[in-house]
Each structure stands twice: as structure tokens, then as C-alpha cells.
């Protein structure tokens, strides 16, 4: 069970007390701490949670009263719903942390979101994904055998000024269905996600990390991490010696532009590369498994060229990348039903901090994302993990006051 307590100071503390042995819903939490301590349950085991920390991509949540020790674990907040931050509080939460996680878009995604024009859906941010760590290939193969993520088996091609080369090599691709979003999604079912809430600020009070957002958050947390983006993660956790670090990786932007045409356009190929371009990416959202067949292509510019123009209007933009488009892929201009575009700020590393992750065991505060480990979506995934190893390494049990 999940029990709400108020600290000296009136601020609302959640714990997430799992027994197995007592049942009384009358019992308080200092008395279960006073039991516990006289039993010695609170003796912790140093030992290398690498090899405990099971990768289970089929666990589910846990319900009240599954363990046999009585436990008091640390509330924990993470921000950013991308796959680094979700990952982190789906492991937290499966082992019976409380955990919330705020997240200031519509839904759950990070990069891997998806925008909907009814009844058109795109991928505009990460396109595909690979698996070459041992540990994420376990989640995506039970991903696959859930449906929520297959192969993507695309004509690709590489486009230089109008010529056009198909391509061909061994990398296997893989996307989620029937969005980019779709293994954030599995992994917040259940979860306490906050959507359409950014947080601004935190700092260290006496009982935990206040955090200040959007929308009031009465809680106070014994736990913070931040999946945000570099800039975003080193501003709101300005008051740590983590901030030093995350401020030293520069993110790049990257505009994108989405066309919907009323015709299959016939071309060659299903995806590109391109070169020598405002663009260095175009595909075929309707190439993938689990879309509608429209034609609705996604382009991607280059940093160079999304920094060259990061305020310009999204219509100029949008003009400026389909002209391009054509002119890559050696085609006549076709005319689309409409376009839009988005700008990510900050879609990539410039160069990742290769720390897997950061953590303040002290202050009990961490950060990852693929800005801490490679600029995919598997770097986001192992920075996320990495960090989860690291907090049960460091803080398996109740906090300092809870003793």
C-alpha cells in the first residue's frame, strides 16, 4: 500500500510500505519502523546490484502485500517522460518505489513522440532505432512479441543534388507501432504520469526535494531525477554539483517538416540519407508497420541549418525543407495537401558526456538521458538503467529521517 504522511513542517510525504507479515491498516508507519528496527530488518546488503536487478520487460507493477520483508522505500521524482526517464521510473516503481513522473508534453514520449493531424500521424522526432546492447535487446525482442514494436524493413537510398542510390547493409531497424511512442506509452501503464506539467525549479528542503512547476505540487520527494535535456536538466537542478556537468553538453536543434500528398509521389526509395543539403533526412511515415498507407513524409534538416534559422517562421521553414526535398530526391515539386513543422530545441548531443548517467548520493539526485551516454534511443535506455543500478547500489532502503 502507498501511505500519505504529513512531516513537521505540513509538507505531504508518500512511502510505499509493502507487508507481507502484518496486515493491520490501523498500524502506523513509525510503528513499523520501531518493528523493524528491533527485528534488524534494516540491515542493508552492499552487495553489486548489477547482478540483482533483473531485466524483466514482462514484470508487472507490484501489488500490496507481495514481499516478505517489511520495507520502507523512498519516494522518487522524475522529470522528463522520455525513455531515459521512464525506463528509471518503471524499475524504481517495480521495485516498490513511489514514484512520480512529470512530464510537460500532452502524453509521455521525449523525442519519440508522434504528432497527430487527424487522420494523419507522423514520427518527427526519432525516426528508427537500433539494439546492440545485450540488456535493451531483451526489451525490444519482448516488445516485438507484445506487438508494440517491429522491423522496419525500408527502401533506403542516400540523395545528393538529385542522384539517387539505393542502399543496402546488415543494421536492423526497428520502430514502434504504431508510433515512436509506443514502448513509452507500455512503460507508463500504471504509472502516476503527470502530463502538461514542467517543472521550473527544485531545491533541498528539510524532508526532501521541492519541486515548482506549471501547476502546484504540494508533494515533497526523497528522490529527484531529471531526464530533461542538458540545459533544461542543468537549470532546474542549478542548486547541485550536478548542474556543473550537464551544462557542459551543448544540444543541437533540428527542424522538421511533415507533408501529407494525395498520390503515392513514386519515388525510389522509403527513407534517405541526404548530403549537401538543408536536409539530411526524409521518410515515408506510411512505410512503416502499423501506419495508415498515406503519403505522409517526414524531413529532417540538419543542425547547421536549423541553428542558421531557429526563430524563422514554422510556414517558412516547412516551404524551405519540401523545396528541398524535391530537389534532393531529383523529383518535379508536387504540391501537398498541407504541411506543418516543428522545431526541436534541443533534438541531439553535440557531443555526450559518455558518464553513462549522474548521481549524487548524498543528495540523493541524479540525472540521464542519451546526452549522458550516445545520442540514440538505446544510449537513453542505458543511461536510465545505469542510474536505477546505481541508486539501489547506493540508497536500497528508507531515508535518513525514516531511521
Known amino acids: 500500500m502507498t501511505r500519505q504522511v504529513k512531516s513537521p513542517n505540513g509538507a505531504v510525504r508518500r512511502f510505499g510500505c509493502r507487508q507481507r507479515c502484518y496486515t493491520n491498516e490501523n498500524l502506523t508507519i513509525s510503528g513499523i519502523i520501531l518493528f523493524a528496527r528491533r527485528v534488524g530488518m534494516f540491515k542493508v546488503r552492499r552487495e553489486k546490484v548489477v547482478a540483482m536487478l533483473e531485466l524483466d520487460p514482462y514484470k508487472p507493477l507490484p501489488n500490496p502485500g507481495e514481499t516478505a520483508l517489511i520495507e520502507i522505500r523512498p ?14 521510473a518503471r524499475l524504481l516503481a517495480e521495485r516498490g518505489y513511489p514514484v512520480t513522473v ?44 507484445q506487438g508494440i514494436v517491429s522491423l522496419w524493413n525500408a527502401r533506403r537510398a542516400s540523395c545528393l543534388r538529385g542522384a539517387v542510390n539505393l542502399v543496402h547493409d546488415d543494421v536492423t531497424r526497428y520502430v514502434g507501432v504504431p508510433g515512436m511512442n509506443a514502448m513509452v506509452r507500455h512503460l507508463a501503464s500504471g504509472m502516476d504520469v503527470r502530463s502538461g506539467l514542467e517543472i521550473t525549479d527544485s531545491r533541498r528542503v528539510p524532508g526532501g526535494w521541492q519541486l515548482t512547476g506549471t501547476k502546484p505540487i504540494p508533494e515533497l520527494f526523497d528522490l529527484l531525477i531529471s531526464s530533461a535535456p542538458a540545459p533544461q536538466t542543468a537549470n532546474v537542478l542549478r542548486t547541485t554539483r550536478l548542474a556543473e556537468e550537464a551544462a557542459k553538453v551543448n544540444m543541437l536543434p533540428c527542424w522538421t517538416a511533415m507533408a501529407v500528398f494525395d498520390y503515392d509521389l513514386e519515388l525510389p526509395f522509403d527513407a534517405a540519407h541526404i548530403s549537401a543539403s538543408p536536409l539530411v533526412w526524409a521518410a515515408n511515415n506510411g512505410s512503416k508497420p502499423g501506419r495508415s498507407r498515406h503519403e505522409c513524409w517526414v524531413m529532417q534538416a540538419s543542425p547547421s541549418w536549423s541553428i542558421e534559422h531557429i526563430d524563422d517562421a514554422p510556414d517558412a521553414v516547412a516551404e524551405a525543407l519540401l523545396a528541398a526535398f524535391f530537389e534532393a530526391a531529383g523529383a518535379a515539386p508536387v504540391t501537398p495537401r498541407f504541411t506543418r513543422s516543428h522545431r526541436w ?3 541531439s548531443p553535440e557531443e555526450p558526456l559518455r558518464a553513462e ?47
Open 102 to 145: 512529470f512530464d510537460k508534453g500532452r502524453q509521455p514520449g521525449g523525442r519519440g513522440s508522434i504528432r497527430v493531424e487527424d487522420p494523419y500521424t507522423f514520427d518527427h522526432g526519432c525516426q528508427y532505432f537500433t539494439a546492440r546492447d545485450r540488456r535493451f535487446q531483451r526489451y525490444v525482442e519482448a516488445w516485438i512479441e
Open 345 to 347: 530545441r534541443y533534438a
Open 75 to 88: 519516494s522518487v521524482a522524475v522529470i522528463g517522460g522520455g525513455l531515459s526517464g521512464m525506463i528509471a
Open 357 to 403: 548517467c549522474l548521481w549524487d548520493a548524498e543528495e540523493w539526485v541524479g540525472a540521464c538521458g542519451d546526452w549522458c551516454h550516445s545520442a540514440r534511443m538505446e544510449g537513453a535506455f542505458i543511461s536510465g538503467l545505469t542510474l536505477v543500478e546505481r541508486v539501489l547500489n547506493d540508497r536500497p532502503r528508507a531515508p535518513e529521517f525514516c531511521r
